[in-house]
Nanobody
Framework: QVQLVESGGGLVQPGGSLRLSCAASGSILSIGPMAWYRQAPGKQRELVAAVSLGGSTNYADSVKGRFTISRDNAKNTVYLQMNSLKAEDTAVYYC???????????????WGQGTQVTVSS
């Protein structure tokens, strides 16, 4: 059906930067909102940032001014540029994309497999 492939995670020192990517492929008629979530050990999954089809964005308070979400509709890809990373940003990051697939009349949410981001000196 639909596959979401994430890339860009890794180990970075505090104050460093990383850029995550999530590309959607498969039976896609249309893509709606795209978002990034994260889950740290022992914590619930939380919304980090989201971008609408029209480009409107919203961010968790903890990442405002440091992270930037963007999308390339031609490539069915969403990005998360993360700057000034802190130890508390350490988590598994998941992309979440609303996709309209054939024979469906509403959008279905799909999740990426997750990519580890570790901020440590």
């Amino acid at each position: 059906q639909v596959q979401l492939v994430e890339s860009g995670g890794g180990l970075v020192q505090p104050g460093g930067s990383l850029r995550l990517s999530c590309a959607a492929s498969g039976s896609i008629l249309s893509i709606g909102p795209m978002a990034w979530y994260r889950q740290a050990p022992g914590k619930q999954r939380e919304l980090v940032a989201a971008v609408s089809l029209g480009g409107s964005t919203n961010y968790a308070d903890s990442v405002k001014g440091r992270f930037t979400i963007s999308r390339d509709n031609a490539k069915n890809t969403v990005y998360l540029q993360m700057n000034s990373l802190k130890a508390e940003d350490t988590a598994v990051y998941y992309c979440n994309v609303d996709v309209l697939i054939p024979l469906e009349y509403s959008y279905t949410k799909f999740w990426g497999q997750g990519t580890q981001v570790t901020v440590s000196s």
